[in-house]
Antibody
Framework: QVQLQGSGPGLLKPAETLSLTCNVS????????WTWIRQPPGKGLEWIGY???????NYNPSFESRVTMSVDTSKNQISLKVTSVTAADTAVYFC??????????????WGQGTMVTVSS | DIQMTQSPSSLSASVGDRVTITCRAG??????LNWYQQQPGKAPKLLIY???RLQSGVPSRFSGSASGTQFTLTINSLQPEDFGTYYC?????????FGQGTKVEIK
């Protein structure tokens, strides 16, 4: 079955760029769209955005222009970049598959989450 | 952004109890509403989509309903493995938004 495995540096300094990847195994990245969601320690879930396998994106405006998502179909991998990080970006970052459902969409398969800490 | 408000924030119930969690949307979202369960240290798991449709593999003791802008997740006969935090999420409009979560503890 499809599995997602996120990876990336766990510790960043303020103003650096967060770069995470999510490897998709057990299925093709094509034909689906993929999302990133984060969760600050002890807090709730925040949607960052999603990317179609074709490369089209839809980002949460709260991230302004700091976020970039990309897809590499040859590697079956999606990526997330967040520039100019601050302590407020400290969170567990999840990648997930977005699927169409009866009405709308849902996130049915999730990666294990990657903890990112921003600290000087 | 569409605000999602859950109640209660936490609850404690016994095995076998019926548990009800409510989620209210800040505007009409039709039935564009999903429910997730998250256990400590794990990723969320999709339980219910489109307000009342049970995700494949999810036990039938979980159910969802909708009435206007109010949505309800019901767990019939709570089981020990049902502990965790439950989140509602609207997919009516972007940005997608989640409720603040309801933590369920087993007495």
């Amino acid at each position: 079955q499809v599995q997602l495995q996120g990876s990336g540096p766990g510790l960043l300094k303020p103003a650096e760029t967060l770069s995470l990847t999510c490897n998709v195994s057990g299925g093709s990245i094509s034909g689906h769209s993929w999302t990133w969601i984060r969760q600050p320690p002890g807090k709730g879930l925040e949607w960052i955005g999603y990317i179609y396998y074709s490369g089209g994106t839809n980002y949460n405006p709260s991230f302004e222009s700091r976020v970039t998502m990309s897809v590499d179909t040859s590697k079956n991998q999606i990526s997330l970049k967040v520039t100019s990080v601050t302590a407020a970006d400290t969170a567990v970052y999840f990648c997930a598959r977005r699927i169409p459902v009866t009405v709308g969409d849902a996130f049915d398969i999730w990666g294990q989450g990657t903890m990112v800490t921003v600290s000087s | 952004d569409i605000q999602m408000t859950q109640s209660p924030s936490s609850l404690s119930a016994s095995v076998g109890d019926r548990v009800t969690i409510t989620c209210r949307a800040g505007q009409n979202i039709d039935i564009y509403l999903n429910w997730y369960q998250q256990q400590p240290g794990k990723a969320p798991k999709l339980l219910i989509y489109s307000a009342s449709r049970l995700q494949s593999g999810v036990p039938s003791r979980f159910s969802g309903s909708a009435s206007g802008t109010q949505f309800t997740l019901t767990i019939n006969s709570l089981q020990p493995e049902d502990f965790g935090t439950y989140y509602c999420q609207q997919n009516y409009r972007t940005p997608r938004t989640f409720g603040q979560g309801t933590k369920v503890e087993i007495k």
